[in-house]
Structures are given as structure tokens and as C-alpha cells.
């Protein structure tokens, strides 16, 4: 087992994180971690090192303690005797600490029937010698450490038929039987409540414990969480399908999860194989019923196929975009173009909560400390993207057939266009490569800040560039003020329109938060019709009022979740749909000349990342991997090469296919090159197969050997 990693190879590693983020969550279990195992419970005592290191840790400014145990509140209370920390008793259906009380509800509703089942569990095992029941108020714990041997056979199946009730469950830890209220609960729910409760969103975690309960936590843990296993020696090969460890054992997991990934993609072609012969049978069946139909399907599929992905070590995302390329008009032919037209309205709605998290992202705070590597790496980007481009398109027009037949000044004006096109990036796809992998520190909001602010200059340099040259290339046109003011206040309204609605919802949600989900669903539709009716950017707009919740309002964190809660179907729609709307007779037709462009906008954008992060004075991974988070293209930059189609016929409509075959080879790569970025900057939580959001996510446990924890 020479492949784990020792808690102390770690150190530095989540040093890191905690710098990075300002803060961390310290979460520990009692027995086993800070106190050794013991024959009889109430014989407990914290070590004398582990709450020194404890005191230490929760001094610090940086860092939020808490000890989370399946012992009662009060109990482990007195036994670690630390102020300004937070304890978690009865696997956290019981947390206190500064400014902090809760009991679960369902756990005070079963109170009364764990009175009687302590009572009779007692009366039962009265006989069983060394077997204590341990009444702990919301649960109860069956102790057989002392009992003899085969006690385990003899313990366990009566406390299963004494507290057989569909209000309660029993678990397994050492040497003991806990039966607690059969609720979605545990210490992993427990932590990632304390870390949405005390510490801001972002926010890494570490739990430390011992125990089979602990696991819940190591599954659970928040945004750039990790686990530490005290154990005195490494945990046997056995226990690695339960636990999943990733840091002691990687390449078992990926090995079982690619096996996995081919029997999801046999399943897709099953899916592709029943849709298309469905469609064949409805020949008669309404457009709406049809497209509920498809749209159902490519929800199953997207997620299968992103799952598959996720197994090669390749974002979700990547998966989405594929299932919609293979259904699409262009390969398969089960999505037609109607029918993707029939679900436009369902793509903006996922649009809109994308960029409401993007906005909901973009903190005050984090801001003032990252303007400057924002500004920097966004102007820097640009102005080389720009210049190179422009430049490069003029030294090619004697060996590009496409241009070769085109005067000067109409080859600068389209080299120019396409230079402002080349410098845009997605911000969708960046919202969701960010979640997904639960990434979170400086890099990852440099990265989010550049691409939002480079997505709002190059809409507007791109409209003004589009209304001055125009007569460069059309010889009849005319210079288009129109399309100036147009721009500006798609802009400008955008986000004033955005923040207005913003203020107004954060109202509403507070007065409805108990129905965060359903609230935010319906905000969103509000504002796709909102965005039609001005006729306003729908990105910027859903930004503008992510923003306002987020900053002005204390229901920020409310948002997010709402939008978490919905994330799988939000992403697997709106980049299944995007990649189905991808024109693949382009990407056919221009593949030498959009290989050409990819290929110098990669080599310009790491240019301009490396020259703006100097200039902004951004850490040492912007300047290395930045470029890598900038190279994805989606929605708004082919709506910008739709413009030049509609306004220049002719030339306008072959720069519009070329375009749509680099966001191919863009939207594909793009989120694959960000992944390794966040990865290479230590911001990623090294997510597993779930969905975004999802609770059950594989994370980092170490060995820290049999010398407990070490401060």
C-alpha cells in the first residue's frame, strides 16, 4: 500500500487552500481522533496535544473549529471544554456554538419513542454482559466493546427487532449500534450545514475521524473539502469499495469508474436507439408532446453521458456537449432543427440560472482583492488577441483563398472582427466547469472576473467595430449608428434591468425562504421574458441580478443553493442543446482553416494571459494557466457571428460558418483545459460522479498514521 499519502504530505497542500480562500472549516471527531478508543464510554478523555492543537486552531482568525460526534451535546461539550468552537452532538441532530443553536426538528419529534426503545432495548439486553444502551437524548448507542466474543451476532439482530419502526434506522460504528431518527442525516449533512452556516461559500473543509460514521462526512464535505482516516495502520484493501479513498488508492477508483463509463455509454445508444424509433412510430403526435418527449430523453442521456465522462476524468460538461452533437440535426437527426427551436425557451431559462450563479459568484470583498489581476489579465488578453489576429489575417490574405480575392481594406475590416470575436469566452461554460469541480480561491475568481469582464468589452468593440467597418467590406453599406446605441443599451440596460429585478427578488426571497427553489425557478422565467421585452442581453441581465442578491442582500447563499438544487438539469440541458445546435457541415467544410484559428488564438490568449497577469500583479498561476480557463466559446459568441452574417451577405455569412467551426473545437476543449487549470492551481475539490451539488462526492482521505492528529 505504498500509494497513501501521509496526513503531513498534505499539510502544505491545505495551507494552500486556506490562504486561498481566506478561511477553512476544522471539523474532528471525539472518540477514536481526539480521544482514544476506550472500554467503557464514559471513561473518555480528550488528549492533552490534541485540544492544545485544537486552541491553537480555533485562535486563529483563518479558521472555524468544530467536533462533530455521535456522543450527546452536552457531553462531548464538558469533555473538550473549548470555548468559541462549535460542537455537533448526536451525529449533528444537535449543533451549538457562537452564535449558533439548532436541534433537528425530526429528531425532537422522535425524542418520546427513543425513550421507549432506550427502556426496552435495556429490559432486553439486561442478560448480555458488558453491553451498555447509552440514552443520548435524540439517539441512542448500543455499546458491546466489553461483551464477549460473537456479541456483534447477538447484540445486533435484537436491536434491529426492538426498534424496528419506520421512524428510526440503526448504523454501525466500532464496536457499537447507534439508532437515531430515520432521517436524511448524518455528520457529513452536519458539516456541510456548519460550513454554509459559519463560513462564507467557498469556503475548503477538513474532516478528521476514524470511525464508519466518519465516512458520511468524507462524502460530504463542502467545496474544496478533504478527509483524514486516523487509523493506526493503512485500511486494508478490502475497505476501499466502501470508502472510496482517492488519495490512498487512485488508480482503483478510476479503473472501476471508466468500467462503469462503458456500460453508461452502451446505455446511451440504447437511450439514441429507443428514441429514434419512437419518433418514427409518433408520426402523428403534436410538436409540443414530441418535444416533451425528446426533452426528457436528452435529460437521461445528457446525464448518462456526462457521468461517462466524469469516469474518464473529463468534465461533465464535455459530456452534455457530446450527447447533443451525436442527437443533433447534424448527426443523428433524432433532435431536428424545429424541435431544437421548440426548446429555446427551456435553453435561456438554463441560460439565465447559469449566469445568475456567475453573478452570484462575483463577491464585493473578493473583488476589491482581485480588480486588479481581473483588469490586468482581461485587458492583456485582449489587446494581444486583438493585435495579433488583425495582424495575422493581413499576412495571410496571399495564401487563403477566402481572402485572396478580397481588397485590403475589406481583409483588415474582417481580420479585425475576427480578432474581437477571438477574444471572447464563455461564461457559461466557465460557471459550470467552476461547480462542478467545486473549485474556489483567487485563481478560480480571477478566471470567472476575467472571462465576465472580457464577455462585456467584446460585446461592445465588437458592435462598434461591426458598425464602422461595414462599408470596408460591403461597398453599398453605411455606417450604422443604430447598431451603436442598440449596443449600448443592450448592455447598459442589461444591467441596470438586472440589478432592478435583483433588489426586487432578494424582497421576495426573503419572505419565501422556505421555497428557495421553486422562487428562483419562476425569478428566472420572469427574467428571460424581462430580457425579451427590452430587448437586453439575457446573460448580462441574469449577472447584473445574481450580483445585486449576492451583495446587497443577505440571501445570496439562498440563491446559490436554489440554483445547486437544480444544477444536473440546468447544465445537461443548456450544453446538450448547445451542442446540438453546432453546425457540423462548417467544422467539415473549414476544418483547416478553423484548426489554423484555434490554434493562433490558443498561442495569443496564453500571450496575453502571461503579459496581464505581470501587468496586474496576479499570482503565479494565473500567469501560468489562466489561458487554459479562457479558451471556451458558446452562445454569445455565435450569436456575435450571427451578426456579421446578417449585416454583411456574402462574405458575413462564410465568416459566420468558419466561426461556428472553431466554438466546435472551442466548446469541446474548452471546459477540458479549464478543468486541468483549476486542478494545476490546487482550487479543485477533485469532484466525483454525481451531479453538481450532489452531497455524495468522493473526496480526498489520507493516512495520518497511528500518532492522531497533528496540528
Keep these: 500500500m505504498a500509494g497513501i499519502a501521509h496526513a503531513l504530505d498534505r499539510l502544505e497542500e491545505w495551507r494552500r487552500r486556506r490562504r486561498n480562500a481566506g478561511r477553512m ?9 481526539l480521544s482514544p478508543i476506550v472500554e467503557r464510554p464514559e471513561d473518555a478523555a480528550i488528549l492533552p496535544a490534541a485540544r492544545q492543537a485544537l486552541s491553537d486552531l480555533a485562535e486563529r482568525p483563518d479558521t472555524v473549529v468544530a467536533v462533530v460526534s455521535g456522543r450527546g451535546l452536552a457531553d462531548v461539550r464538558e469533555r473538550v471544554g473549548l470555548e468559541g468552537v462549535y460542537y455537533a452532538g448526536n451525529h449533528g441532530f444537535e449543533i451549538q456554538g457562537p452564535g449558533l443553536v439548532r436541534v433537528h426538528p425530526a429528531a425532537e419529534a422522535v425524542r418520546p419513542l427513543l425513550d421507549v426503545m432506550a427502556r426496552r432495548l435495556a429490559a432486553e439486553l439486561e442478560h448480555e454482559d458488558g453491553v451498555q444502551v447509552e440514552d443520548k437524548g435524540l439517539t441512542l448507542s448500543v455499546h458491546y466493546r466489553r461483551a464477549g466474543p460473537g456479541a456483534e451476532g447477538r447484540v445486533g439482530p435484537v436491536v434491529r427487532r426492538v426498534c424496528e419502526a419506520p421512524e ?28 454554509d452556516a459559519v463560513a462564507p461559500r467557498g469556503t475548503p473543509a477538513l474532516f478528521i475521524g476514524d470511525d464508519r460514521t466518519d465516512e458520511d462526512a468524507f462524502r460530504a464535505l463542502g ?18 469499495p ?3 479513498w482517492r488519495i490512498c488508492w487512485r488508480r482503483w477508483p478510476v479503473a472501476i469508474d471508466r468500467g462503469r463509463s462503458v456500460k453508461r455509454l452502451v446505455t446511451i445508444a440504447g437511450l439514441a436507439a429507443f428514441a429514434f424509433v419512437l419518433l418514427r412510430l409518433q408520426t402523428n403526435a403534436s410538436a409540443s408532446a414530441t418535444a416533451t418527449v425528446l426533452l426528457g430523453f436528452l435529460l437521461l442521456a445528457s446525464y448518462m453521458s456526462g457521468a461517462a465522462t466524469r469516469g474518464f476524468g473529463l468534465p461533465g460538461v464535455t459530456g452534455y ?26 435553453d435561456e431559462i438554463a441560460l439565465a440560472l447559469i449566469a445568475l450563479t456567475a453573478g452570484g459568484e462575483l463577491r464585493l470583498a473578493d473583488l476589491r482583492r482581485s480588480v486588479r489581476p481581473i483588469v490586468g489579465t482581461g485587458l492583456g488578453i485582449m489587446t494581444v488577441v486583438v493585435l495579433g489576429m488583425t495582424g495575422l489575417v493581413l499576412a495571410v490574405r496571399p495564401v487563403v483563398p477566402l481572402l485572396a480575392g478580397l481588397p485590403w481594406p475589406a481583409v483588415f475590416a474582417l481580420g479585425l472582427l475576427l480578432a474581437i470575436w477571438c477574444a471572447n469566452s464563455s461564461p457559461d461554460a466557465t460557471i459550470a466547469v467552476i461547480n462542478e469541480t467545486g473549485a474556489a480561491g483567487d485563481f478560480t475568481e480571477t478566471v470567472l472576473g476575467t472571462t465576465i469582464l472580457k464577455d462585456v468589452l467584446v460585446i461592445i468593440a465588437f458592435s462598434a467595430a461591426l458598425s464602422l467597418l461595414a462599408p470596408l467590406v460591403e461597398p453599398g453599406a453605411t455606417f450604422d449608428s443604430g447598431l451603436l446605441l442598440h449596443t449600448a443599451w443592450e448592455v447598459g440596460g442589461a444591467l441596470l434591468a438586472g440589478g432592478a429585478a435583483g433588489a426586487v427578488f432578494a424582497v421576495a426571497l426573503h419572505r419565501l425562504g422556505a421555497r428557495p427553489v421553486l422562487a428562483t425557478l419562476a425569478f428566472t422565467y420572469i427574467l428571460v421574458l424581462l430580457a425579451e421585452f427590452l430587448h437586453v442581453e439575457l446573460l448580462l441581465t441574469a449577472v447584473g441580478a445574481g450580483f445585486v442578491v449576492e451583495n446587497y442582500s443577505e440571501e445570496g447563499d439562498l440563491l446559490i443553493h436554489a440554483i445547486e438544487a437544480n444544477a444536473l438539469v440546468v447544465f445537461a440541458i443548456f450544453f446538450a442543446l448547445a451542442g446540438a445546435a453546432l453546425n457540423l457541415h462548417a467544422l467539415a467544410e473549414y476544418w483547416p482553416l478553423a484548426l489554423g484559428i484555434v490554434v493562433a488564438r490558443t498561442a495569443f490568449t496564453w500571450a496575453g494571459a502571461r503579459l496581464g497577469a505581470r501587468v496586474g500583479r496576479a499570482g503565479p498561476e494565473v500567469a501560468r494557466w489562466s489561458w487554459m480557463g479562457l479558451i471556451s466559446q458558446a452562445g454569445v459568441t455565435l450569436g ?16 459566420a460558418a468558419v466561426t461556428t467551426a ?6 469541446l476543449a474548452g471546459p477540458i483545459l479549464l478543468n486541468v487549470a483549476l486542478e494545476r492551481a490546487g482550487e479543485t475539490s477533485g469532484g466525483e460522479d454525481g451531479p453538481p451539488g450532489a452531497h455524495a462526492t468522493a473526496r480526498d482521505a489520507v493516512h495520518p498514521g497511528h500518532d492522531g492528529i497533528s496540528p
Design 168 to 195: 428510526l434506522r440503526v448504523t454501525e460504528g466500532k464496536k457499537v449500534l447507534e439508532v437515531r431518527p430515520s432521517v436524511d442525516w448524518d455528520k457529513g449533512r452536519a458539516t456541510a450545514y456548519l460550513l
Design 25 to 33: 472549516l476544522v471539523a474532528v471527531d471525539f472518540d477514536g481522533t
Design 662 to 667: 472553431v466554438v466546435v473545437v472551442h466548446l
Design 242 to 244: 466502501r470508502t472510496r
Design 223 to 240: 467545496k474544496g473539502g478533504a478527509g483524514v482516516l486516523v487509523s493506526a495502520a493503512p485500511p486494508p484493501p478490502s475497505s476501499a
Design 640 to 655: 456575435l457571428s450571427a451578426l456579421v452574417a446578417e449585416a454583411l451577405p456574402g462574405p458575413g455569412e462564410v465568416f
Design 321 to 346: 456537449v457530446l450527447v447533443g452533437i451525436l442527437v443533433g440535426p447534424f448527426a443523428l437527426g433524432i433532435l431536428s432543427p424545429p424541435m431544437v427551436a421548440l426548446l429555446r425557451r427551456i
